[in-house]
């Protein structure tokens, strides 16, 4: 008894969406319709703006408190401080890989050709020395992202924070594999 309810149930719940489908799909097609028979008697020739590109005024996802203010800083060539602080953050991570790639290049040209021990030494300590260093400028991006995702107005906008020791993995793990790779060539060359 209960199952014949609940297929009764799902075949008027079933109709209901068959008939909202028929009246969106009827909507739609009329809407078209109205289009083409406006397209057909010319319309749309000669609007005005035609051919230029829209110009919107006014940014409908801002909220409308700020409007003014982001107005002003528009007009005088600024923009919101969390949108500069985004571009220092690109420019920072850009920056970063940046150096690590010049590394990458300074390790295979250090184990290119053998060098005395102190020679070795020296690049070892330079080495330690930038992966401190890297670990700093990561923890910095890091720390502007949280002060990012503080300032930027809407959640969805923000940006993932930066696992610093999977960043510092991946960087040796490069430049560890340079230089065996520099190593080996050298060996077998």
């Not at 801002?62 to 969390?82: G, H, S």
């Not at 401190?132 to 949280?146: A, H």
């Not at 930027?152 to 923000?158: L, S, V």
Request: net charge neutral; charged share 35%.
């Amino acid at each position: 008894m209960a199952d014949d309810k609940l297929e009764e149930e799902i075949y008027q719940k079933l109709q209901q969406a068959r008939k909202l489908a028929r009246y969106m799909s009827s909507t739609e097609d009329l809407v078209e319709q109205q289009i083409r028979k406006a397209q057909e008697k010319g319309s749309f020739n000669n609007l005005e703006g035609a051919g230029k590109p829209v110009q919107f005024d006014e940014n409908p996802y801002e909220p409308p408190e700020l409007r003014m203010v982001y107005k002003i800083l528009k007009d005088n060539d600024f923009a919101p401080y969390w949108v500069e602080l985004g571009k220092e953050i690109d420019h920072d991570w850009k920056r970063f890989w940046e150096d690590v790639e010049y590394f990458k290049k300074y390790a295979a040209m250090m184990y290119r050709d053998k060098h005395s021990r102190p020679t070795v030494e020296r690049f070892e300590k330079k080495k330690a020395h930038f992966y401190y260093e890297q670990r700093l400028v990561l923890e910095r991006i890091n720390k502007k992202i949280i002060n990012y995702n503080l300032h930027c107005p809407t959640f969805q906008q923000g940006r993932a924070n930066i696992v610093v020791d999977n960043h510092m993995y991946e960087v040796i793990t490069q430049i560890e594999k340079v230089i065996e790779e520099a190593l080996a060539r050298r060996n077998n060359g």
